[in-house]
């Protein structure tokens, strides 16, 4: 007798990048905040991640229904991806440099996601090994 384990296989590898997108998410917020410059920690405090897997979906554990509002959003994520930002509406000109900050910094977002490169496969590649 041949057992088809093929559904199983792949809900565990759709749960598994799931969860690789959400630790990568939260990485690249760690390090946006980490490059973000500050006068009064609005911007900082206002930077998050989106990721698609698991919104609006029951709860794995409890099988409840989620509640929307403990999700990230930005717009609307597609599957499998990652999104960072903030919905500050200045933050735009400091990420280009637009506006001028004491600090000299700029790019914070864009740094957190190309600096880091090979820190997010890593996470990936563990989470799939795992």
């Known amino acids: 007798m041949i057992i088809d384990n093929s559904g199983r296989i792949l809900s ?21 905040k980490e490059d973000c410059p500050v ?28 509640d ?11 599957e499998k991806t990652v999104y960072i930002g903030t919905n500050v509406k200045y933050a735009s000109k400091i990420e280009l440099k637009d506006m001028a900050h004491k600090s000299g910094k700029a790019h914070f977002l864009r740094d957190a996601v190309t600096k880091h490169k090979d820190k997010y496969k890593e996470i990936a590649k563990k989470t799939l090994e795992n």
């Open 12 to 32: 565990e590898f759709d749960r598994k990048i799931a969860l690789a997108c959400e630790l990568i998410g939260v990485e690249a917020e760690r390090y946006a």
């Open 39 to 66: 006068d009064t920690g609005r911007l900082r405090n206002s930077i998050t991640y989106a990721v698609k897997e698991g919104q609006g979906l029951a709860n794995q554990e409890s099988g409840e229904q989620a």
């Open 68 to 78: 929307p509002d403990e999700y990230r959003k930005l717009a609307e994520p597609e």
